[in-house]
């Protein structure tokens, strides 16, 4: 192969890759991954028990998500959406009924307004979060202290400490 030729080769394989990755005409770093249409809510479990086991259900935009929860001071349950969704969700409703009942011990719905993310490509998703609290039921801003609670969960769980209540 001649020099030219393996110069318009490895042109073209480079071209294809910037093309691919979504940086062909920018030469700023473009994420382009990770950005989904979602709606999430953490529940802080402090004041109810253990309820390990439990169903969690969450729904908005006509869609629901289904799952149990684990013995853990702050849960996370995330509902993805269509990638069209606007700004507007609408009204989200969380519900809690512990292993084996069938009457929830929680049963809340807030109205949410989702914020969009972008991917730093042009394009993103509309996407937000809601917190439940036993003072304060489901609320469509995330009190400090249930993300503080959050993030000492996951440094608790990264170092192998032992996981506490939100209060600690």
Not at 46 to 73: H, P
Not at 88 to 106: H, K, Q, W, Y
Not at 124 to 149: D, Q
């Amino acid at each position: 192969m001649t020099a030219t030729r393996y110069a318009r080769v490895l042109g073209g394989a480079a071209a294809l890759v910037a093309g691919l990755s979504g940086c062909a005409y920018d030469t700023t770093a473009c994420a382009g991954v990770g950005v989904v249409a979602h709606v999430g809510v953490f529940f802080a479990q402090e004041g109810y028990g253990d309820l390990a086991g439990a169903s969690v259900r969450l729904c908005a935009n006509g869609r629901c998500v289904e799952d149990r929860l684990r013995k853990e001071s702050v849960s996370t349950i995330d509902l993805p959406l269509p990638d069209d969704i606007g700004r507007d969700l609408g009204t989200v409703r969380f519900r809690v009924t512990p292993e084996g009942g069938t009457t929830p011990l929680v049963d809340a719905s807030a109205h949410k307004k989702l914020d969009f993310q972008s991917d730093q490509c042009g394009g993103g998703a509309y996407n937000g979060g809601l917190a439940f609290t036993k003072e304060g039921g489901l609320t469509a801003e995330i009190p400090k202290s249930v993300s503080k609670a959050l993030r000492r969960q996951i440094m608790d769980r990264a170092t192998g400490a032992p996981v506490t209540s939100p209060s600690r």
